[in-house]
């Protein structure tokens, strides 16, 4: 008897007998702990069929502890505290149950208000498991009918509902789709090259994924996966719940989706492979912990997953990747750890339409084992990858031969690799007939930032015929850059430690091919510190952004780039330069302060302005803005390094459509909601009850609001009388412009 107690007393703690919320299916749209542009999501979508009014269970007992109507956020949502401590979260709800609903129209009623807070007593709304507490609805900030469902622990964390006993039947493991090598210092290479690399996965005939060749790696370095979850009988993807990562057996790092916080929201950044997001690359999870990475317990206590310093030669790598029910799949490939040699290059002999190429080490004896050939055309643009006609081993070197058409005016990529495994850096051969004039040819120059540190670039128009160094340069300092030839028109230095640029003010580039040719590039980066607040000013003095202690976690160069190409704005007036904030491909832990001068001639119109970011989905998009007439500045924060810019909204907002319809004539029995469709093409509204009037009969009505479907709807309490009526509709957008209309209609 003891021990049936003992088990029933450890299934009712550990919450293992939860009743699924909804009748309709147990299919989800999204899963918990996944991305968002706002950090993660905290809870799991339930699908409802794409319709509303679907009831919602108690999935425990316990009390209603909460009871919110809003127009953005959760909308309608219910809480309910449950016997055994934890808490249910039901959002996006239509209605509640009848006795809920009474208690919410006395709350709205006595504030005159559709927004509420209600906190009863623990007992005066006691539910039982099963009972109907609501219905499933869209409001809120919602993209469509569903329930979104949260599980918070004693402490009001979100917790892994999937995991926490909500059950979902699955049978499908999750799949993958790349793997990404990420070079972490100065002395890492992957396969000879010091950038991240991107690879494909290949799935083999027992379901599991496999590296595409053998990688080689050098120095101290880092993964992310790009992988994914599947339920039956669901279209959607979710993230997967746990990873491992094994180097020859040994588990070096695990991240599992079980415990969230909203005060965490702003680490997923760190979670995420944000590189790759920021460059449409794809979903990837790190499977490693940086240095100064925000602990938070998705990672592993006791591992970080930073590879270095592991002994030369060929090491397994296995991962793991699983799902609540432990569905698992795994991804097996092997690396080859060593340093990459460099080539040298020697064109032998044409004859018969063929070319001949002598490859040899410059550095190592290992002999030589094939050879990789990539055609360029003489501006660098990348050709095809070239079929080598023959091949012969002489000593350490290799002789190859390649179609004389092939490399007619282009210029060749060669990549070698020896016979233990280790790769070259790239080689490179060109028609020197082609190159061109290095001392006049325009030359561009970039530089990016990844976690190994900062990259310069430097690309010509052409190939050319000529030598390449970089150095900077600052009242004190002459510091020469090692440089690579990644492309027969591109260089790239090795990472370079941000902490490095901190008193230097020019990259100087010096060309050689018998005459000296240098080019000074100034330097407008500042360096930005996680222990400290810089500000930085754009070149032309109009627009300014000041970091907060730990925007950065790591050090960063920033700098602020004028854009001359960007995207259009169609539906507003573009008062200012558009900014890029740089790097934008490098997260922010906390947000920065921005600011951007206006024109005088704007001052007379400037309630209409703010601050817009670039979203790649959605466009342009507003920013809560301050505006400071006196120093004619708008002020705002933003989260991500974004392109921004001052935007004027002078247009109204529209009204699209309205029910009941001008002069129509309603049965008072039929006639039993309001339905409002608005629609601003910029500014947008704000999810307030200040942006929008609605009277019937010159009276305020309590309606609700929908900002992604933009509809105001009101559902009559009882039917109105017969003989006219009138609606009057006042709506103001962000800019505050408005748009005012009257609707006359009858009801018999």
Same mark, same amino acid.
């Given at each position: 008897?003891?021990?049936?107690?003992?088990?029933?007393?450890?299934?009712?703690?550990?919450?293992?007998?939860?009743?699924?919320?909804?009748?309709?299916?147990?299919?989800?749209?999204?899963?918990?702990?996944?991305?968002?542009?706002?950090?993660?999501?905290?809870?799991?979508?339930?699908?409802?069929?794409?319709?509303?009014?679907?009831?919602?269970?108690?999935?425990?007992?316990?009390?209603?502890?909460?009871?919110?109507?809003?127009?953005?956020?959760?909308?309608?949502?219910?809480?309910?505290?449950?016997?055994?401590?934890?808490?249910?979260?039901?959002?996006?709800?239509?209605?509640? *149950?009848?006795?809920?609903?009474?208690?919410?129209?006395?709350?709205?009623?006595?504030?005159?208000?559709?927004?509420?807070?209600?906190?009863?007593?623990?007992?005066?709304?006691?539910?039982?498991?099963?009972?109907?507490?609501?219905?499933?609805?869209?409001?809120?900030?919602?993209?469509?009918?569903?329930?979104?469902?949260?599980?918070?622990?004693?402490?009001?964390?979100?917790?892994?509902?999937?995991?926490?006993?909500?059950?979902?039947?699955?049978?499908?493991?999750?799949?993958?789709?790349?793997?990404?090598?990420? =070079?972490?210092?100065?002395?890492?290479?992957?396969?000879?090259?010091?950038?991240?690399?991107?690879?494909?996965?290949?799935?083999?005939?027992?379901?599991?994924?496999?590296?595409?060749?053998?990688?080689?790696?050098?120095?101290?370095?880092?993964?992310?996966?790009?992988?994914?979850?599947?339920?039956?009988?669901?279209?959607?993807?979710?993230?997967?719940?746990?990873?491992?990562?094994?180097?020859?057996?040994?588990?070096?790092?695990?991240?599992?989706?079980?415990?969230?916080?909203?005060?965490?929201?702003?680490?997923?950044?760190?979670?995420?492979?944000?590189?790759?997001?920021?460059?449409?690359?794809?979903?990837?999870?790190?499977?490693?912990?940086?240095?100064?990475?925000?602990?938070?317990?998705?990672?592993?206590?006791?591992?970080?997953?930073?590879?270095?310093?592991?002994?030369?030669?060929?090491?397994?790598?296995?991962?793991?990747?699983?799902?609540?029910?432990?569905?698992?799949?795994?991804?097996?490939?092997?690396?080859?750890?060593?340093?990459?040699?460099?080539?040298?290059?020697?064109?032998?002999?044409?004859?018969?339409?063929?070319?001949?190429?002598?490859?040899?080490?410059?550095?190592?004896?290992?002999?030589?084992?094939?050879?990789?050939?990539?055609?360029?055309?003489?501006?660098?643009?990348?050709?095809?990858?070239?079929?080598?006609?023959?091949?012969?081993?002489?000593?350490?070197?290799?002789?190859?031969?390649?179609?004389?058409?092939?490399?007619?005016?282009?210029?060749?990529?060669?990549?070698?690799?020896?016979?233990?495994?280790?790769?070259?850096?790239?080689?490179?051969?060109?028609?020197?007939?082609?190159?061109?004039?290095?001392? *006049?040819?325009?030359?561009?120059?970039?530089?990016?930032?990844?976690?190994?540190?900062?990259?310069?670039?430097?690309?010509?128009?052409?190939?050319?015929?000529?030598?390449?160094?970089?150095?900077?340069?600052?009242?004190?300092?002459?510091?020469?850059?090692?440089?690579?030839?990644?492309?027969?028109?591109?260089?790239?230095?090795?990472?370079?430690?941000?902490?490095?640029?901190?008193?230097?003010?020019?990259?100087?580039?010096?060309?050689?091919?018998?005459?000296?040719?240098?080019?000074?590039?100034?330097?407008?980066?500042?360096?930005?510190?996680?222990?400290?607040?810089?500000?930085?000013? *754009?070149?032309?003095?109009?627009?300014?952004?000041?970091?907060?202690?730990?925007?950065?976690?790591?050090?960063?160069?920033?700098?602020?780039?004028?854009?001359?190409?960007?995207? =259009?704005?169609?539906?507003?007036?573009?008062?200012?330069?558009?900014?890029?904030?740089?790097?934008?491909?490098?997260?922010?832990?906390?947000?920065?302060?921005?600011?951007?001068?206006?024109?005088?001639?704007?001052?007379?119109?400037?309630?209409?302005?703010?601050?817009?970011?670039?979203?790649?989905?959605?466009?342009?998009?507003?920013?809560?803005?301050?505006?400071?007439?006196?120093?004619?500045?708008?002020?705002?924060?933003?989260?991500?390094?974004?392109?921004?810019?001052?935007?004027?909204?002078?247009?109204?907002?529209?009204?699209?459509?309205?029910? =009941?319809?001008?002069?129509?004539?309603?049965?008072?029995?039929?006639?039993?909601?309001?339905?409002?469709?608005?629609?601003?093409?910029?500014?947008?509204?704000?999810?307030?009850?200040?942006?929008?009037?609605?009277?019937?009969?010159?009276?305020?009505?309590?309606?609700?609001?929908?900002?992604?479907?933009?509809?105001?709807?009101?559902?009559?309490?009882?039917?109105?009388?017969?003989?006219?009526?009138?609606?009057?509709?006042?709506?103001?957008?962000?800019?505050?412009?408005?748009?005012?209309?009257?609707?006359?209609?009858?009801?018999?």
């Amino acid at each position: 008897m003891k021990k049936i107690r003992l088990i029933l007393l450890f299934s009712f703690l550990s919450g293992q007998d939860y009743t699924w919320p909804t009748d309709i299916g147990k299919e989800l749209s999204s899963n918990f702990g996944e991305f968002r542009t706002t950090g993660y999501h905290l809870g799991v979508d339930m699908k409802t069929k794409g319709s509303t009014g679907h009831s919602i269970y108690a999935i425990s007992d316990g009390y209603i502890e909460r009871i919110v109507t809003n127009f953005s956020g959760f909308g309608k949502a219910l809480y309910l505290k449950l016997d055994d401590g934890n808490t249910a979260v039901y959002a996006h709800l239509s209605k509640f *149950s009848p006795i809920l609903e009474k208690r919410l129209k006395k709350e709205q009623k006595r504030k005159d208000s559709y927004f509420t807070n209600i906190y009863p007593s623990p007992t005066e709304f006691r539910i039982e498991k099963g009972e109907v507490i609501g219905y499933s609805g869209n409001t809120g900030f919602s993209f469509g009918p569903h329930l979104h469902f949260e599980l918070r622990n004693k402490k009001g964390q979100p917790i892994n509902p999937l995991t926490n006993g909500i059950i979902q039947p699955d049978r499908i493991a999750p799949f993958a789709n790349e793997i990404s090598f990420i =070079p972490l210092d100065q002395d890492s290479w992957v396969n000879g090259n010091q950038l991240p690399q991107n690879f494909p996965l290949y799935r083999d005939a027992k379901g599991n994924y496999n590296f595409p060749d053998t990688i080689n790696v050098y120095g101290k370095f880092g993964l992310s996966l790009y992988a994914y979850d599947k339920r039956e009988g669901a279209d959607n993807v979710y993230q997967p719940y746990r990873i491992e990562f094994f180097l020859d057996d040994q588990l070096y790092h695990a991240i599992q989706f079980d415990r969230l916080d909203y005060a965490w929201q702003s680490t997923a950044k760190h979670i995420m492979d944000y590189r790759n997001k920021r460059l449409n690359m794809g979903d990837f999870i790190k499977l490693y912990k940086g240095n100064n990475d925000p602990s938070v317990p998705i990672h592993s206590d006791s591992t970080l997953g930073i590879v270095e310093k592991i002994t030369p030669g060929y090491h397994e790598i296995r991962i793991i990747a699983s799902d609540p029910q432990k569905n698992v799949r795994t991804i097996k490939g092997t690396i080859f750890y060593m340093e990459p040699f460099e080539i040298s290059i020697e064109p032998l002999t044409q004859s018969d339409g063929k070319v001949s190429f002598f490859i040899n080490p410059k550095s190592i004896s290992i002999p030589i084992e094939s050879v990789l050939a990539y055609s360029f055309t003489p501006y660098g643009f990348a050709d095809k990858k070239l079929k080598i006609s023959s091949s012969k081993s002489i000593e350490s070197g290799i002789e190859i031969t390649l179609l004389a058409k092939d490399i007619r005016r282009k210029a060749v990529q060669f990549i070698a690799k020896n016979k233990i495994g280790t790769k070259s850096t790239p080689g490179h051969w060109a028609d020197k007939r082609f190159a061109g004039d290095y001392l *006049s040819m325009p030359i561009d120059f970039e530089i990016s930032h990844t976690e190994a540190g900062v990259y310069i670039q430097f690309q010509s128009e052409q190939i050319m015929n000529a030598s390449v160094k970089l150095r900077l340069k600052g009242e004190f300092q002459y510091i020469n850059i090692p440089i690579n030839q990644i492309q027969p028109s591109v260089y790239l230095s090795k990472p370079i430690s941000p902490l490095q640029f901190e008193n230097i003010t020019q990259i100087e580039a010096i060309i050689d091919g018998g005459i000296e040719r240098n080019i000074q590039f100034q330097f407008p980066y500042t360096l930005a510190t996680p222990d400290s607040q810089i500000t930085l000013i *754009s070149n032309d003095g109009f627009c300014s952004l000041r970091t907060q202690k730990n925007s950065f976690i790591n050090e960063t160069l920033i700098w602020v780039e004028a854009v001359h190409k960007h995207a =259009p704005v169609d539906n507003g007036n573009l008062v200012s330069r558009v900014y890029q904030l740089q790097p934008f491909d490098r997260p922010l832990l906390k947000p920065i302060n921005i600011a951007i001068r206006y024109p005088r001639k704007f001052q007379n119109n400037s309630e209409k302005m703010h601050l817009y970011y670039y979203d790649i989905k959605e466009g342009w998009s507003y920013l809560k803005s301050e505006l400071n007439k006196e120093k004619k500045v708008i002020l705002s924060e933003i989260e991500h390094m974004d392109a921004i810019a001052i935007i004027e909204d002078d247009q109204p907002p529209s009204i699209d459509r309205i029910f =009941p319809n001008q002069n129509g004539n309603y049965s008072a029995l039929e006639l039993r909601k309001f339905e409002i469709n608005i629609n601003d093409n910029l500014s947008g509204f704000d999810p307030s009850e200040d942006s929008f009037d609605i009277l019937l009969d010159e009276k305020n009505i309590l309606y609700s609001y929908q900002p992604k479907s933009k509809i105001l709807t009101y559902e009559l309490d009882r039917p109105l009388s017969v003989g006219e009526h009138s609606l009057h509709c006042k709506i103001r957008d962000r800019a505050g412009n408005e748009i005012i209309k009257f609707i006359n209609f009858n009801i018999y």
